[in-house]
């Protein structure tokens, strides 16, 4: 089961001191601050953590499984998050254990 952002705001909360209103609006903030880059086609990178970037899907023809129309789906942007290698490696380490 996933957490929610209250208890993500609990735990930084627990974690630094700050208050849990504090916590909530530093991670409405962060996500605003990485749609908002996404937007203008910008990369962030948080070393240690990783990468949100935009992947380009090029125009192509695609076809409705339901009524079996053809549709030309034009260029898009998939916003995609990459994990970075200290990242994976602290969490296989932990889940091996």
């Known amino acids: 089961m996933g957490m929610t952002r209250a208890q ?4 930084i909360s627990d974690a630094t001191g700050i208050s849990k209103k504090e916590a909530e609006i530093v ?4 996500i605003s601050v990485v749609i908002d880059c ?3 086609d ?5 070393r240690g953590f990783g ?9 192509m023809k695609a076809r409705n499984p339901k009524t079996g129309e053809t549709l030309q789906l034009g260029r898009r942007f998939i916003p995609k998050f990459k994990v970075s290698k200290e990242f994976k490696t602290v969490v296989q380490e932990n ?3």
Do not use: H, M
């Open 42 to 46: 910008e990369t962030i990178e948080i």
């Open 27 to 30: 991670i409405e903030g962060f």
């Open 38 to 40: 996404l937007c203008k």
């Open 95 to 97: 889940l091996s254990k």
């Open 8 to 11: 993500i705001a609990a735990q």
């Open 51 to 59: 990468t949100f970037k935009n992947v380009v899907r090029e125009p």
